[in-house]
């Protein structure tokens, strides 16, 4: 049952963890080979599992016809097979680093990459055709099957995340280095041979650009394996509800976002250029680095509170998600922004014990104050969001009503702006810009407008479209929308509601993944920022950012998702 | 909402982490009142909070009638009572300490003692009172009331697991410096001037074997207070079942209990005359130590494994609970193991990775693997028949059945061997020694044996006594009852069934109490078996073994909490 196979799981991982961490200790006897192995026959047992199942569902004798709607979503799906093309190109590049040093390095070095490139390729086969999957037979060995599949990609994904930290210690030493400090020595990480083929150092170099998008992909195979194991054996109401991505009227949002997107690749190379050059250089980089940070934090959570404020302003019912994939979202919302917390919590104190502030070290107080305040506001937003679809979902009646309701202002029918134009009367009419109307249950209110728009004596021929259209579809709603509502609402409102709501939602999307990509890609000022290293002592500091910035970087990928997800909501 | 409240917790419990990881490291200008100042602002916070909605509720504005039945049992309730007692006493030891130290103790370490007492009182009335409520006025301020107080109990434990752990690892050097290791200097713990009651050093001591007991307490209470904060609003159907705590038949376990706590504790006294006397004496103790575990762990491992033989020859049907009370102590039960697991683990590779093997660490290998054997197997029975139960409580019509059908076998009316004497022929027509009885349900067919027997003509008086009492109940079920069904099932299978499992509730009990009793009072193999510290070197492993520990040590206290509870649902 769950409960056997996940103390299997658990105890898979540690066991994992605990090879690694006797890894990174450099203990006698013990070397990186061990680890290497335990992996592959790790990646190898899971890899014969994916293939019984999947033979099992093509035989038929498997066959699922329920499925979690909520579970593998399309967009999520494009991403890791996106995320799991550039693992499979970083594989082939280890492999040719392997090729060139092959005299000196060990066996298991060359394996790992043709497993790992052959357990990628058929895990996301397996994720892309079952990934919805309720499973309801051999219950006991698929529930062993996944959660070994879930553990195993989180100890891939942890092993990344070591070899990139110790790349990116590494390189931080290499720049300490060049600033004076004399007293540290530099492990070798270049075999003791030559390179066969010529070009190990360019494979090298590229192999530390691709860990990003490996880690990636790593993390959200397992949270997607993690709701398939969830969902074993579950009973549950599908709603086949496809999400149309519409992109109209997003303009100043996309654009916005695009601004802060380019900003931010600027100044991140700016960043790059100018840090460890020199102590002003690198004062300077920093410098930059938090005030363009404060600021757009800044932004961004005042944004969060016009998104939350608007969607305040309507009723609306929370329900508690029944599936575990919305569950899990905030959870690993909510968890992953631990981690950058920590680190916000650690600045802030590391300043106020300082014995000495360099200027530059003040900006620092701001930026993680902010950071701490843009996770809240957002987490808050994403979940509420998130949770609210859900309602409108269990309700089977609201949903209908729902599908009705928003035809005036999403149908090809009814473009905006004229529609606008012919109401603008009635529109100035009322006082209230924003009446009392609940974003997540625009029910009933919103049709009868159509209704008694047509008693105001507009537009025939659009009016009778639309009526064609919503009385093919309500069959059983009619007798409430045949009376007009004693309030009156206006779709242009409504509509205008929506739109502010969808802007900000790019542009919140577009704002992770510019943070995304300075951390993902080897900006450290919690390492370049001396402050903290000095309060806390080198090791422990960085012991701890090598365990929350992991996390860190999850967190804005995960609350883009999260985000394009509530922009399907909306 | 949930998730506002949740995120303010989490940052105050950051922030405070923080502030006591800053503590260990030594840091200029950083010194432990701060810490201290801390914990005293979020306890007056927390007693604020508690005394305002103590009042509301006695003025009956936020009487809340409805109750979760699974919250806040009795038996938890007077533990924690009886832990706030002792945590009481230990303020005053403090205080009497500080008094004694006045001259050169900050005032903070004065007046945390007092806050922390009149906190203890008042949150023990409020856990007394309220425990089981399921609050549905002043939602917000509730919510953040209570995950504020989760998160203050969380904290708390924390500081006294960080003062107990500093305290274990100071006793453990100084054993060090007794077996010849002399590079290592000794922080001093006394203050720097004379006591001025002269009982300074005796309160001392005494403050070092109270700790256990705070630590428990405010792990309790955070559970007690989160599952709180997890009902609120939310609505539960509420059966006021009461458990009975029938003790009969089960002096063997409790005999065989006794006698594995008694040899408990003299393992444990042998352990601390023998340890840190000379390396001949320490080794002799490891040893003694390790053999003893793995004779115990193996015992319990089988009994466990019985256990749930004898539970799975009956069909059952697992549901999910939906109490978050039991849900957080399958949660906590597998969490907490962890911190074992960890260890374990770690022992593991340790042996396989060291260059040199004593015969003694050889002991520690099969401990170390029976550790993870023997808390897989109790958790998966704890869960097994906490879930059991709900399933119980679920379904009305079954409940009913029960109370009717558990009547042959626990009833005064017919007691057991007369009753088994009676139908002994008919008892040895059967094969099957255990029939396929549910356990969960023993429903229709028990009481239809009663009336199947009464055909066989048996003893007239005792079965009109018993007709007497199963029909003043089964109005509604008469009309199954009247016809007898084709399976013969036995009174008596069931009463011994039920029989081992309880002897075997009982004797686990007792055996988690006695795995209990040497990690809480600082009998650490961990620490004096040197081949961890060698392997993994001594900083990285004293730093697992003060994060592990504590969850051990809980463990032992939460399993025997929850076999407790099993026992009562048997």
Redesign the interface.
């Known amino acids: 049952?769950e409960?056997?196979s996940?103390?299997y799981g658990?105890?898979v991982f540690?066991?994992g963890m605990?090879?690694m961490?006797?890894g990174s200790?450099n203990?006698?006897?013990?070397n990186k080979k061990d680890i290497q192995c335990y992996l592959i026959v790790i990646m190898l047992l899971q890899l014969m599992w994916m293939l019984w199942y999947i033979l099992l569902t093509k035989r038929g004798k498997n066959s699922t016809k329920e499925k979690d709607s909520h579970a593998g979503a399309r967009w999520l799906r494009c991403g890791i097979a996106l995320f799991a093309g550039i693992s499979v190109i970083l594989d082939a590049l280890k492999l040719g680093y392997y090729l060139g040093y092959s005299e000196c390095l060990s066996v298991p070095e060359g394996v790992f990459p043709v497993t790992h490139a052959v357990h990628t390729l058929i895990q996301v086969c397996f994720l892309w055709f079952h990934s919805k999957d309720i499973i309801q037979a051999f219950k006991t060995i698929e529930r062993f099957g996944l959660i070994h599949s879930v553990f195993t990609n989180l100890l891939l994904w942890a092993s990344e995340v070591f070899t990139e930290s110790k790349h990116q210690l590494l390189e931080h030493m290499d720049r300490l280095i060049t600033l004076g400090f004399e007293n540290i020595t530099l492990e070798s990480t270049i075999p003791e041979c030559n390179c066969s083929t010529g070009v190990c150092t360019a494979f090298s170099k590229a192999i530390n650009y691709l860990y990003p998008f490996n880690i990636e992909y790593h993390i959200l195979a397992s949270a997607m394996l993690y709701v398939l194991w969830k969902n074993i054996g579950s009973k549950m109401k599908s709603h086949h509800q496809k999400q149309k991505c519409d992109i109209r009227g997003i303009a100043s949002g996309s654009a916005s976002g695009l601004v802060v997107l380019s900003t931010t690749i600027a100044v991140t190379v700016t960043y790059f250029l100018l840090i460890g050059r020199s102590k002003f250089h690198s004062e300077l980089a920093l410098s930059i680095y938090y005030l363009y940070c404060t600021l757009l934090l800044i932004i961004m959570s005042l944004t969060g509170v016009v998104a939350l404020l608007i969607y305040k302003t309507g009723n609306r019912k929370?329900t508690v998600g029944k599936s575990p994939a919305i569950k899990l979202d905030?959870e690993l919302l909510?968890g992953s922004?631990?981690g950058t917390?920590?680190m916000s919590?650690?600045s802030i104190?590391a300043i106020i014990?300082?014995?000495s502030h360099p200027v530059y070290t003040w900006y620092n107080l701001p930026c993680s104050i902010m950071l701490?305040i843009e996770k809240?506001i957002q987490?808050?937003f994403v979940?509420?969001f998130i949770h609210c679809k859900m309602e409108e979902q269990i309700d089977d009646d609201t949903l209908t009503l729902k599908s009705v309701a928003t035809i005036p202002c999403e149908s090809p029918l009814f473009p905006d702006p004229p529609f606008e134009l012919l109401y603008s009367e009635s529109f100035t009419a009322e006082k209230d810009p924003f009446p009392d109307v609940d974003v997540c249950k625009p029910s009933l209110e919103e049709i009868s407008t159509v209704f008694q728009n047509d008693k105001n004596g507009i537009n025939e021929n659009d009016v009778i479209n639309e009526k064609s259209v919503t009385d093919e579809k309500n069959d059983f709603t009619s007798p409430t929308l045949s009376e007009p509502t004693s309030k009156d609402i206006k779709p242009k409102e409504l509509s205008k509601r929506k739109r502010i709501l969808r802007n900000i939602t790019v542009f919140l999307f577009l704002c992770n993944i510019s943070l995304w990509i300075p951390q993902a890609f080897g900006c450290r000022p919690q390492y370049d920022n001396g402050l903290e290293e000095y309060?806390?002592?080198f090791r422990?500091w960085i012991i701890?950012i090598d365990i929350a910035l992991p996390f860190s970087i999850f967190y804005r990928m995960h609350s883009a998702y999260s985000l394009f997800d509530v922009y399907g909501k909306i």
Chains 1, 2 share one sequence.
């Open positions: 049952s409960v056997v996940s103390q658990i105890n540690l066991a605990f090879l961490f006797a200790l203990i006698t006897g013990f929370l905030a909510v922004s631990c917390w920590i919590w650690g104190l014990y300082a014995d701490i809240y987490n808050v979940i509420e309060v806390f002592g422990p701890l």
